[in-house]
């Protein structure tokens, strides 16, 4: 059976395929077409060609002339809707076998298109009484397309079959090519082998793209590639680490002992405190003046930057996905099976339907940062420093736990050692911003 695998009749494509026998399936079918599985009986399939009328909906047909192989008795007749598949329409094949212009067998059908797909039978019988039948195309139908029979077919097709009709060896499901490949009766989603590896879900629209998502350093599901990407509410995120403080010097403040505590009257100077730890062990009745001076400030530490917030940091495994509507319904399109379905566009985007929860990811990050201290006096001045004890001394030192005071002091607890603090203030500052790059917009199921 010869084809012409572009020949337009009736605003369809056809395409003869010679194939052995084989029962057609509407799994087998490919999405948008109407599968035309046809026998020649007798003398029928001695034919040199065929006289192929597509009428739709019970509209005037329109013909057309495929050559045929003299003696192949079986093959299949693809048709297809360049102007869209008309779900839901009656489309009528009729076929009329001639040898040497006279006619040589006859057969018709009827199909009605269902969702997707379609498939039937036709068988061409031997007759020699056909011959008032008449070709004839009707331009003005609203079928017809202009020139649709000006293509000349190609040379006959061998009678090997094609791949999509093939199940070598029993088959087996590809999962994500639109094609029953183990001849089971199910495609792609539909096909139990697949359910491990293949989900529908919905379409993705706008500029998204499907994808799945995997946590770092996980396998992505067969037929994709991984891409680090970066999870993160806060884009300006990171900031500083410091173990900076300030210290202020040339500030005192003179203790005086009072007798009668609170409220006494002086009774000479105990110390004069300063920003250098005292020892002031027994001694808890005095009075602190405000203190004055000329302050300066000075830092110690140092501050560096934290890591960015980062959280977390996944696999975007979309790069290479191409859905396909195998085995799928409700406008659903089969993709491979990952830990989130999701679908993925470039910059900021509204999520599309089916997809809720939205979420602003980032393919790299610049990170220039340096970080600093400083240490400056307050508005206050050496006015604005504190007095404070602590609990321990130790070579000149102070530590323990601490207590701020002003006015009389006449706590009994056992402190042993004052100093002034405070007065500055510390700044720590962090230069060149932290930048996020290739903002993306992840939405999942």
Known sequence: MAIDRRCRLAGALIAALAVSACKPEVSRCKSGTLLVAVTLDGSAAGADSFAVTISLDGGSGVTSTLAHTPG???????????????????????????????????????ATLVQGCQATTLAIAATTELDDLSVTTDAGDDLSMPGANDLSPPADLSLSPPADMACAGGGVELCFNGIDDDCDGHVDCDDPDCAPVAVCVPPATGSFTYDTQEAAGATCPSSTTGTPIYGNSDPTGGGCNNSCSCSSSGCTSTLTTING???????????????????????????????????????????????????????????????????????????????????????????????????????SFTDNRTCSCSCAP????????????????FMSTCSGSTKVVSGDVCDTEDYQGIKLAGGCNLTVTTNNPLVFNGQKTVCCE
């Open 378 to 393: 307050g508005a206050n001045g050496c006015a604005g420093s504190q007095l404070t004890l602590y609990k321990s001394y």
């Open 72 to 110: 192949v008795a079986s093959g299949n007749v693809e048709v297809q809707f360049p102007s869209g598949y008309p779900t839901g329409s009656s489309v009528s094949v009729d076929v009329v076998a001639y040898a040497g212009g006279g006619v040589v067998g006859h057969g018709a059908t009827t």
């Open 261 to 363: 505590c609170p409220g006494g009257s002086p009774a000479g100077t105990l110390l004069t405190a300063s920003a250098t730890c005292q020892n002031i062990s027994g001694q808890n009745n005095w009075r602190e003046a405000t203190p004055t001076g000329s302050m300066s400030c000075a830092s110690s530490g140092t501050a560096s930057p934290v890591m960015p917030a980062v959280v977390p940091t996944a696999e975007s495994c979309g790069d290479n996905l191409v859905p396909v509507a195998g085995g799928c319904t409700n406008g659903k399109v089969c993709v491979p099976r990952g830990t989130k379905q999701c679908v993925i566009a470039t910059g900021a985007a509204a999520c599309p339907s089916g997809y809720p929860s939205q979420a602003t990811w980032f393919t």
